[in-house]
């Protein structure tokens, strides 16, 4: 999404904040595809994903009308919609406990590695709870590869100070680095 | 994800939002709740009361949940109506004795209250430049909570209420109609 879309997405969801209801499918329009790929990108799986973007779609535009125009439409979703894929993830991992443990299932070297990348965005997803809502959403952007709450040297200094408390938190909680 | 499923999504996050809106809305009138307990405590008929004080939750609700326009006619006709309401809440307590027997004030201060309502009400729409979904708004919300504290005196409080709001209103009106004005700011 480039910064035209980025700014027409903004206005939109003033808009549907505002109760204007055509705003609507704008919206989810501009919000599908970048959802579905965050959770795409975070569980792996596209049933998963498909799954957890529903969700993220829902509170997502459940809570439009709490939106604050002076914010960016895009990483405050983002942020909404990561925390529902962890939440999402959680889910899948209680469901899929129990059979593997009752099978004795040994996996393979290939799913030892995505079990693994899984556990690590779970990690950092939990961490991320931690955090402010500004440093998630800004490290979701960063993460995302988007235009930010705010654009340049404030951005940066923003994500560096967020990354430098992402680090500290992780550390506190899993003990590493 | 085929089309049949998009417009499953769709459908739940629209439910999803409307949800949110009344949500939102019911929490951002909920304020008005121990007002309208507090008259209909104070009210010699507090089921009267209790019956304005609910239709002006429920209207308010509904003006926030449909958003743009009304909603923003919350807040004035809430505080317009908060006039009319204290007024006739204080000079219930007050009574007057004369030859024929004591009486309230009620009924002056109804028609005071709905004056000042009305009145604010019109200079407000007025600067404004508001649409008749504000006006509609604002006026019944503010007549709603007002007719809380005028039921004292049964319903000819609440016609004084009515008649005091009408008469804030329209000379308001009728100075606009017959001034020229500039575009709208």
């Known amino acids: 999404m480039n910064t035209l879309e980025d700014a027409e997405l903004d206005a939109w969801m003033a808009r549907l904040a505002d109760g204007d209801r055509s705003a609507f499918d704008g919206v989810f329009e501009r919000l599908h595809g970048p959802l579905n790929r965050l959770c795409l990108g975070f569980l792996g799986d596209e049933a998963d994903a498909a799954d957890a973007t529903q969700e993220a779609l829902q509170k997502v535009l459940e809570r439009a009308s709490d939106y604050d125009p002076a914010r960016r439409a895009l990483p405050w979703a983002l942020a909404l919609a990561g925390w529902e894929c962890r939440t999402v993830a959680r889910r899948r991992q209680r469901r899929r406990e129990v059979p593997e443990a009752e099978a004795g299932v040994r996996p393979g070297a290939d799913e030892e590695e995505a079990f693994a990348q899984r556990k690590l965005v779970e990690a950092a997803m939990a961490v991320m709870g931690t955090l402010s809502e500004q440093d998630r959403e800004t490290l979701t952007a960063t993460f995302w590869e988007e235009a930010g709450p705010v654009a340049g040297a404030t951005f940066r200094k923003r994500r560096e100070r967020a990354l430098t408390r992402l680090r500290q938190a992780f550390w506190r909680i899993h003990g590493l680095g | ?185």
Not at chain 2, 48 to 71: C, D, N, S
Not at chain 2, 137 to 149: F, I, K, V
Request: with cysteine.
């Open chain 2, 1 to 185: 994800m085929d089309s049949a499923e998009l417009q499953q999504v769709r459908a739940r996050a629209r439910r999803a939002y409307e949800w949110g809106r009344i949500r939102r809305a019911a929490l951002g009138v909920a304020p008005v709740l121990p007002l309208v307990a507090l008259a209909a405590y104070h009210s010699s008929r507090p089921g009267t009361a209790w019956t304005f004080g609910m239709g002006a939750f429920l209207l308010g609700t509904a003006l926030l949940w449909v958003g743009r326009e009304p909603q923003r006619a919350v807040l004035p006709g809430l505080a317009a109506g908060a006039v009319p309401l204290v007024l006739a809440l204080c000079a219930n307590q007050v009574h007057v004795c004369g030859p024929d027997g004591c009486s309230t004030l009620c009924m002056p201060a109804c028609i005071a209250g709905g004056l000042a309502a009305g009145a604010g009400i019109a200079a407000l729409g007025l600067r404004r430049r508001a649409g008749w979904a504000w006006w509609a708004g604002a006026s019944s919300l503010s007549l709603l909570l007002g007719a809380m504290g005028c039921s004292c005196v049964g319903y000819s409080g609440v016609a004084g209420l009515f008649g005091g709001y009408a008469v804030g209103v329209i000379p308001l009106l009728l100075k606009r109609a017959v001034t020229p004005t500039g575009p709208a700011a």
